[in-house]
Structure formats: C-alpha cells, structure tokens
C-alpha cells in the first residue's frame, strides 16, 4: 500500500502502522482460526503493532490513533489490549446501507447511529473477533457490504456482518464489539 497511515500513540502504547495485505490473508485467516485465540493469533496478523507492556499496564491500556492518514473506504487494524480493532472510514455508501436496514432483519438489533459517535459517523470502530467462536473476520468481504465492500466476513463459519459491524448471516449470534472510545479532536481518538 502506497499509504501507510500513522497512527495511535500516546497513552501508554506507541503503535507503528503496517500496510493490509490482501495477499496474506488467507494464510492469516487460517492461522488466526487455527489459534482459535486472539491473544496468539494476532502475532500472525499486520496489526499496527503496540509495543508490549507488561500484563498490568496492558490490562488498562488505551490508545490514540491518529485517523487523518486513513482514507475513504479503508480499513485499518490496530493491536488493542491482545486484541486488533478494525478502524474503518466509512464512504457514504457504507452509512446509508447501513441505515436502511429495517430492525426486524438484524439478529441483534441495534442502529448503526447507536454504534458510531454522533458528527463522526464516517468511523466505526470494533472488536475485530467474531462473537461466534472468536476468529478474525476478514474486512471488505461478504454479502453485506454494499457496493462499497465494507462488510465483513469469517470463513471459518460463514458469519456476515454489513457496514455497521452487525450480524447479518451465519452462526455468529451478536454484533462485533464497540469499544469504549471517544474523539480527542476530529481527527484523533483515543480508544479505552
Ligand atoms: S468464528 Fe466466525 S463464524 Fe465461527
């Protein structure tokens, strides 16, 4: 990738940002899957990479991700507490697929309003695990990601997730997981 978005530091982590390579991911995917673990899996994955505190300090971590690097309709990952986080700026398709969804046809009703920060509607940010048995889906893939392929989709399983990160097909019983975060200014937020 041509752009490497800088991001997060502060806090208590320092993050440096690597490129998503598409070309790995199926390699990762299985590995990930294999692991059937976060923790060790996402040694495998292109996370911008924390540097590793001890256990305590990782415990209650947060970060700041510098998001004015990332571009419209890309996806980052970030290392968050063992976990990655997916980042994603959102095209306008991406929103108003997700807004039409009428509440009946989610397995997990929620808004997409309710799971982005008002006036920054253009950033989701989420869990990068599967609810089901805990793999990392691959971003940009799936059913429901509209013409602007901000879905999501686990292959180990079949579960689907749409634009707002929620659960649209498969085995995967909720949405994936808002964490806690907020916006130090439009283009800096801090998550945890
Ligand atoms: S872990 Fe994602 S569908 Fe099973």
């Known amino acids: 990738m041509s752009q490497k978005p800088t991001a997060a530091t502060p806090a208590t982590t320092h993050t440096t940002p690597e490129s998503h390579d598409p070309s790995r991911r199926d390699f990762m995917m299985l590995t990930a899957c294999g692991l059937a673990g976060v923790g060790a899996a996402s040694a495998a994955w292109p996370f911008i990479n924390s540097m590793n505190p001890d256990a305590g300090v990782l415990a209650a971590s947060s970060i700041e991700v ?34 039409k969804v009428p509440m009946g046809e989610l397995k997990d009703p929620e808004t997409d309003e309710a799971r982005v920060k008002k006036g920054h509607d253009q950033w989701l940010i989420m869990v990068g695990v599967c609810t089901h048995l805990g793999c990392i889906p691959l971003t940009g893939e799936g059913e429901f990601g509209g013409s602007d392929k901000g879905g999501l989709f686990c292959p180990c399983h079949g579960s689907q997730y749409d634009t707002s990160g929620r659960i649209r097909k498969g085995p995967a019983p909720k949405n994936l997981t808002v964490p806690q975060y907020s916006f130090l200014t439009d283009s800096r937020v801090k998550i945890g």
Do not use: S, Y
């Not at 309709?73 to 108003?96: A, C, N, S």
């Open 66 to 99: 510098d998001l004015a690097p990332i571009q419209v309709g890309q996806t980052i990952k970030v290392k968050w507490r063992g976990v990655p986080l997916f980042i994603r700026h959102r095209t306008p398709g991406d929103i108003e697929e997700a807004r």
